[in-house]
């Protein structure tokens, strides 16, 4: 497997929220990803989120022919970036083609510039995959470029 980082331009200016705002809105992208697909959106299975002060967290959204599997990471050591991250594990939508990822997709990286991480990081296994990444408009980074791409989020 590919490990693929994306890279956003520096971003224009930073908003910081309380924690508690910032776990709200990884909640209402449930809401927001079921008005987008016209499907209920479920998080994490029903069960809440587990933002406890934990170096790293999993958020699973799912619904029928959807799949977005997020880690959010405030500890830099886990991916040795020297920010907070977010890691897409899993990202799958049906029918494809249609311009419905990367709607959803768009939707998600704006939301995340209202966050405190800055930048996300993927996996990708094929051409495919990387061509819809570089559609949303990015680029891999220059060192390591088959490896390392990411993501800045603009704030």
């Known amino acids: 497997m590919e490990r693929i980082t994306w890279h956003f331009p520096t971003a224009m200016s930073s908003k910081k929220l309380t924690h508690e705002l910032e776990e709200q809105i990884f909640y209402q992208l449930a809401t927001e990803f079921s008005d987008l697909l016209n499907r209920n959106v479920r998080i994490n299975n029903d069960l809440p989120i587990r933002f406890e002060d934990r170096s790293s967290t999993n958020v699973f959204y799912q619904a029928k022919q959807f799949q977005l599997t997020i880690l959010l990471n405030k500890e830099s050591y886990l ?3 020297p920010e907070p991250i977010i890691k897409i ?8 083609n249609q311009g419905l ?5 768009k939707h998600f990286l704006r939301t995340l510039s209202e966050t405190s991480y800055e930048r996300v990081i993927l996996d990708t296994r094929d051409d495919e995959g990387r061509r819809f990444w570089r559609r949303l408009g990015f680029n891999p980074s220059s060192e390591n470029w088959h490896l390392n791409w990411f993501l800045k989020i603009p704030h």
Do not use: S
């Open 79 to 81: 991916f040795d970036y």
């Open 101 to 105: 990822g990367t709607k959803l997709m």
């Open 89 to 96: 594990c899993w990202f799958t939508v049906q029918p494809q």
